[in-house]
């Protein structure tokens, strides 16, 4: 059974930058063989989809975060980066890492006005 700890959720002020790491274990070469991926809840909101990295590397974002958050993944160590810029009122949330069916516990992302 894969699991996943996320990390790096913390305060900025809005604009800024945070980068969130997830780190998967239970197999090996869990990168390769499926797809990553971050979700985030807000207080009363249901739980949203923010990005996604396949095994081939491609990438993929819903137009709310588009062109602000981008995923890296350390193959070797099985961890999946999500760098975050230009933090809006709008994004903080806890932050999900899902991998193979199952989900970590969340970091918490707040952002300051």
């Known amino acids: 059974q894969v699991q996943s700890v996320e990390s790096g959720g913390g305060l900025v002020q809005a604009g800024g930058s945070l980068t969130l790491a997830c780190a998967a274990s239970?197999?090996?070469?869990?990168?390769?063989?499926?797809?990553m991926r971050w979700f985030r809840q807000a207080p009363g909101k249901e739980r949203e989809w923010v990005a996604q990295?396949?095994?081939?590397?491609?990438?993929y974002y819903p137009d709310a975060v588009k062109g602000r958050f981008t995923l890296s993944r350390d193959n070797a160590n099985n961890r999946l980066f999500l760098q975050m810029n230009s933090l809006q009122p709008e994004d903080p949330a806890v932050y999900y890492c899902?991998?193979?069916?199952?989900w970590g516990l969340g970091t918490q992302v707040t952002v300051s006005s």
């Open positions: 990295m396949l095994p081939s590397g491609s990438t």
């Open positions: 239970g197999r090996t070469s869990i990168a390769s063989a499926y797809a």
């Open positions: 899902y991998v193979a069916a199952g």
